[in-house]
C-alpha cells in the first residue's frame, strides 16, 4: 500500500472512491463540492439527506457513484465540532477513512483533507499515521493467512501541498509503534529475555546502533539485587539491554528511556489467581515494548539528540528458587527492600534500571510501566498516569502526547503516602496499602533516581485494547511510542 502525494483537484481526481470530511453541524458544500456534486448527479447531497450524516467525530458513510463516472464511490467523515478539532482529529480520520475503504474493497482511494490551522506536512503526517495503524494487521500465529481478493493499493492525499518527507516521517514513527503492537501481542513462548535480546540486536545490526547486553554474572557485579531476586524463579537467564543512538557529530541533549520488561508476570509466589487477568501478562512487558518501538523510529529520523534505550529484562515465575514475600532485597544503590507482594515485580526490575540509567549523565530520563492495575481504577483504560517533580519535563511530555494523540494525566507525588513503604526492618517495602497504589509506586521508584531530572509513566490501561479503535486493533496498541517520539525530537 502506498501513501504520496496528488497534485489533482476533487474535481479532476479518478479511481475507486474519494473521501472528503465535514464538521459536526456544518455539513455544507462549498463552491467546490457542489460542482463535484453535480458532476456526479447529486450523489453527495442525497447521500448527506439519505444517513442524516451530521459530521460527528468517527461518523463515516459510503455510497456508489452511478452514471458513467470516472470516481466510484463517494466517502463522507465527520472530524466532530471546529472548536473541538485537535491534530489526532485527523489521525483518527485517517483511520476511519482507511478502514471503511478496506471493508468496501477499495483499492484506490483519495483523500481531501486540510484545515488553514495546520501546516500541510504536519496534516499529512498524521493522515498517513492513521492510516497506516488502522490498516496493521497482526496474523503472524495464524495458521491460514486469509487475505482479501481486493487490497487496498494505493492511497492520495489531496489538497495538501505537501513534501514526501511528510509520509516517510509517519512511516518511520509507524514502524516503531507496530514493532511495538508485535511485541506486545506475541506469547511468552514467543518473546521471552532472550528473544527479545535478539530483537533488539536486530534493530542495532540494521540501524547501526550501538547495544551492550548485561548478562546476569555482569548484573551481580554491579548489585542488581532488585532486578535479580524477581528473575530467581524463571528457567531463562535474565537479559539487561542498553541499546544507544547516538547522531553524528555533537548531540544537543542526551536523554533515557527506561522501559519495564516483564515477558510474562505470573505474580511469584503471590500468584495470579483466575479472573486476575494472568492470561493477558504477556502483555507486563509494554514499556519494554515501546521503548524498542522508539529506539526504531528514532534511529530511522536521526535527530541530533542522543538517547538511551533501557530495559531489565526477566520473567516472574513460580520455582524452588522463587523469592519469597518476606525476603529483603539489596538494589544496586544499596538500598535494601523487603518484598511484601512478589507481584509487585516490576518496579524491583526499574529500580537497578532506574540506577544505572541514572549514573549515565543524561540531561533528563523517562520511564514507562504496565505497573499498576491502581491507575486503571484512577484513570481507566485510555489514560496513562505522568509523575515527575520537574515542571518542564512534565510540559514537554505532555505536549508531546497532545501531538501524539495519547493521553496522560499528571499525578501527585504526595511525600506522605511514602509512610506506606516504610519497613521495620529494611529500607523499605515494596508495596504499600490499596489506596492510591499507582502513586505510592512512583515514590518508590523516585528512591533509585539521585541527580537526573526524571518523569515516571504508568500506561498499564493504555497499552492493551478490548476492541478496535479508529486507529487501534484488538490487542497491543503501540501506546507511547509517538509520545516518547515527539519528546525526543522536541529536545
Given at each position: 500500500m502506498k501513501i504520496k502525494i496528488s497534485h489533482d483537484s476533487k474535481l479532476s481526481w479518478s479511481g475507486d472512491a474519494l473521501a472528503l470530511s465535514f464538521f459536526t453541524d456544518k455539513v455544507e458544500l462549498n463552491p467546490e463540492l457542489t460542482q463535484?456534486?453535480?458532476?456526479?448527479?447529486?450523489?453527495?447531497?442525497?447521500?448527506?439527506?439519505e444517513t442524516e450524516f451530521t459530521g460527528k467525530s468517527g461518523e463515516t458513510i459510503i455510497t456508489r457513484v452511478g452514471g458513467k463516472n470516472s470516481l466510484r464511490k463517494i466517502i463522507l467523515v465527520g472530524l466532530g465540532k471546529e472548536e473541538d478539532l485537535t491534530l489526532d482529529s485527523f489521525r483518527q480520520a485517517g483511520g476511519n477513512i482507511a478502514r471503511i475503504a478496506k471493508q468496501n474493497n477499495i483499492k484506490t482511494l483519495a483523500i481531501a483533507i486540510n484545515h488553514h490551522n495546520y501546516e500541510?506536512?504536519?496534516?499529512?503526517?498524521?493522515?498517513?499515521?492513521?492510516?497506516?495503524?488502522?490498516?496493521?494487521?497482526d496474523k503472524r500465529f495464524k495458521s491460514e493467512q486469509k487475505t482479501s481478493k481486493i487490497t487496498l493499493d494505493s492511497i492520495e492525499l489531496l489538497d495538501l501541498p505537501a513534501s514526501n518527507t511528510a509520509i516517510e516521517t509517519a512511516e518511520k514513527i509507524t514502524s516503531g509503534v507496530i514493532l511495538a503492537r508485535e511485541l506486545v501481542n506475541a506469547p511468552a513462548n514467543e518473546i521471552n529475555p532472550i528473544t527479545m535480546a535478539k530483537t533488539v540486536e536486530k534493530i542495532a545490526t540494521e540501524y547501526g546502533l550501538e547495544l551492550t547486553i548485561l548478562e546476569q554474572a555482569d548484573c551481580e557485579k554491579l548489585g542488581m539485587g532488585a532486578f535479580l531476586g524477581v528473575a530467581l524463579?524463571?528457567?531463562?537467564?535474565?537479559?539487561?539491554?542498553?541499546?544507544?543512538?547516538?547522531?553524528?557529530?555533537?548531540?544537543k541533549r542526551k536523554l533515557a528511556i527506561i522501559g519495564k520488561g516483564l515477558t510474562f508476570d505470573s505474580g511469584g509466589l503471590n500468584l495470579k489467581i483466575s479472573g486476575s487477568g494472568i492470561e493477558t501478562m504477556k502483555m507486563d512487558m509494554g514499556g519494554a515494548a515501546a521503548t524498542f518501538g522508539a529506539a526504531k523510529a528514532i534511529a530511522q529520523l536521526k535527530p541530533n539528540v542522543e538517547v538511551h534505550f533501557i530495559s531489565a529484562v526477566t520473567e516472574n515465575?513460580?520455582?524452588?528458587?522463587?523469592?519469597?514475600?518476606?525476603?529483603?532485597?539489596?538494589?544496586?544503590?544499596g538500598k535494601t527492600i523487603e518484598i511484601n507482594n512478589t507481584d509487585a515485580e516490576g518496579r524491583l526490575t526499574l529500580a537497578d534500571a532506574l540506577v544505572y540509567a541514572d549514573k549515565l549523565g543524561v540531561d533528563a530520563m523517562v520511564d514507562l510501566a504496565t505497573l499498576t492495575g491502581a491507575c486503571i481504577v484512577a484513570l481507566g483504560n485510555d489514560i496513562a498516569g505522568l509523575w515527575t517533580t520537574n515542571t518542564p519535563l512534565?510540559?514537554?511530555?505532555?505536549?508531546?502526547?497532545?501531538?501524539?494523540?495519547e493521553k496522560f494525566w499528571q499525578m501527585p507525588l504526595e511525600d506522605k503516602y511514602f509512610d506506606q513503604l516504610k519497613s521495620p526492618i529494611a529500607d523499605m517495602k515494596n508495596t504499600g496499602s490499596r489506596a492510591g497504589g499507582s502513586i505510592t509506586a512512583a515514590l518508590f521508584l523516585q528512591q533509585f533516581v539521585k541527580n537526573t531530572p526524571w518523569a515516571h509513566l504508568d500506561i498499564a490501561g493504555p497499552v492493551w485494547a478490548e476492541k478496535p479503535t479508529a486507529i487501534d486493533n484488538e490487542g497491543g496498541t503501540g501506546f507511547a511510542v509517538r509520545t516518547l517520539v515527539n519528546w525526543i525530537l522536541s529536545n
Open positions: 463535484l456534486d453535480q458532476n456526479l448527479d447529486n450523489t453527495i447531497n442525497e447521500l448527506i439527506t500541510d506536512d504536519i496534516l499529512a503526517q498524521v493522515i498517513s499515521e492513521g492510516i497506516i495503524l488502522a490498516l496493521h494487521e524463579a524463571s528457567d531463562l537467564p535474565p537479559k539487561f539491554i542498553h541499546l544507544i543512538y547516538k547522531p553524528e557529530g555533537i548531540a515465575m513460580i520455582s524452588g528458587k522463587a523469592m519469597h514475600p518476606g525476603d529483603i532485597l539489596t538494589a544496586s544503590n512534565a510540559t514537554q511530555l505532555t505536549t508531546s502526547a497532545q501531538i501524539a494523540g
